[in-house]
């Protein structure tokens, strides 16, 4: 039996909405990501973003599955204030020290 393990993939939110509010949404968007190293979550066009969403997508799951790295990307607006309040306090203080905040 082979197996093949993909290194990247990007979720792209905006073909699946422009709101996204419910844990439950996350963990639907999360499943089988696992089988991933890196899970580009995409924000663009993303109007608004609940917190148990985010939750769900930047602390819980990542904690479930540490082999996998989950980064979002293309943030803009309410979406950015949301994800970066989000984000674990770990990861905060790296970009801060990086320079990117």
């Given at each position: 039996m082979t197996s093949s393990t993909r290194t990247r993939t990007v979720v792209q939110l905006?073909?699946?909405?422009?709101?996204?509010?419910?844990?439950?949404?996350a963990k639907r968007l999360?499943?089988?990501?696992?089988r991933f190293e890196e899970v580009l979550i995409d924000f663009t066009g993303v109007e608004e973003v609940g917190p148990s969403f985010i939750d769900e997508v930047l602390r819980v799951w990542p904690n479930q599955h540490p082999e996998t790295v989950v980064q979002p990307v293309g943030m803009t607006g309410p979406a950015e204030f949301?994800?970066?309040?989000?984000?674990?306090?770990?990861?905060?203080?790296?970009?801060?020290?990086?320079?990117?905040?």
């Open positions: 905006f073909g699946f909405g422009v709101r996204f509010m419910a844990r439950s949404e999360m499943r089988g990501l696992e949301m994800v970066r309040r989000g984000l674990p306090e770990r990861r905060q203080c790296d970009r801060a020290r990086r320079g990117s905040a």
